[in-house]
């Protein structure tokens, strides 16, 4: 077998190999978005500011601050910080549904 034909077939594996690597990302991407889970995105930080959970839940800081007053949400301390779990967040969601 020439050295030509042995380099067409090397890069048609690798061609076929590419493929096959895109072809299951893409479906382990469309898995993960139809998931719908929040722990599946690595960029959504597990602490928030007070501010960030006035906006994870559409509210104002003051009302966070006041749903954390009433011990409805609580608070991770750090240092003088004061931050929101974001399963916390999500366990008041579930808990207001009705």
Avoid at 10 to 26: F, K, P, R
Avoid at 38 to 44: D, H
Avoid at 60 to 67: H, P, V
């Amino acid at each position: 077998m020439s050295s030509s034909a042995n380099t067409a077939r090397a890069v048609g594996s690798e061609l076929l190999g590419d493929a096959l690597v895109n072809a299951i990302a893409e479906a382990v991407y469309v898995r993960i978005q139809q998931s719908g889970t929040k722990a599946s995105n690595p960029a959504q930080p597990r602490l928030l500011t007070v501010d960030a959970a006035g906006s994870y839940l559409s509210r104002s800081a003051d009302a966070i601050r006041a749903l954390i007053k009433t011990g409805k949400i609580p608070v991770v301390r750090l240092d003088a910080r004061v931050f929101v779990d974001v399963r916390d967040l999500d366990r008041l969601i579930e808990t207001c549904k009705v």
